[in-house]
């Protein structure tokens, strides 16, 4: 049986690959890269971002511009001002919680905002943030 030239040619490319010192099999390893899901904390910005620049569903009424129809300088204020929001929230959140990381039920003050987290009972709280100028409400549930 005579093997044609084409085939001889890949299996000598073969031969040669697998015999290889560098030709290995290692193990793969998952990474998150969404912060949400354990990834690396500083990559939410930047996903957020890519989301909002590709999202092709316009303004569902949210009150915020798209980002494509923006400025420049408008763009940067909004994404400031998400940035100090984002830090309220956090400093908020760390004089809500204890030493061992769960929130602690009580109220909190701020200039604008009145926060209350109220044991429900069962592991349930609820958390309860008012505007003070406005007086809008608004509340969720989280179970610690």
Do not use: W
């Given at each position: ?64 511009s798209s980002l494509l129809d923006q400025s420049p300088l408008a763009q940067f204020n ?67």
């Open positions: 049986m005579r093997i044609p030239p084409i085939c001889r040619g890949l299996l000598l490319l073969l031969l040669a690959g697998a015999g290889h010192p560098g030709a290995r099999a290692t193990e793969l390893v998952y990474q998150a890269v969404n912060p949400a899901f354990g990834g690396y904390p500083a990559n939410g910005q930047h996903l957020l971002a890519v989301a909002s620049a590709t999202n092709k569903h316009g303004d569902k009424g949210l009150g915020y909004q994404t400031l001002e998400r940035t100090v929001l984002s830090q309220l929230a956090s400093a908020a959140t760390s004089k809500l919680t204890g030493p061992d990381g769960k929130l602690l039920p009580g109220t909190f003050q701020t200039a604008n905002f009145t926060i209350t987290v109220t044991d429900l009972g069962g592991g349930i709280l609820r958390i309860s943030t008012v505007d003070k100028t406005t007086g809008a409400t608004t509340s969720f549930e989280v179970s610690q």
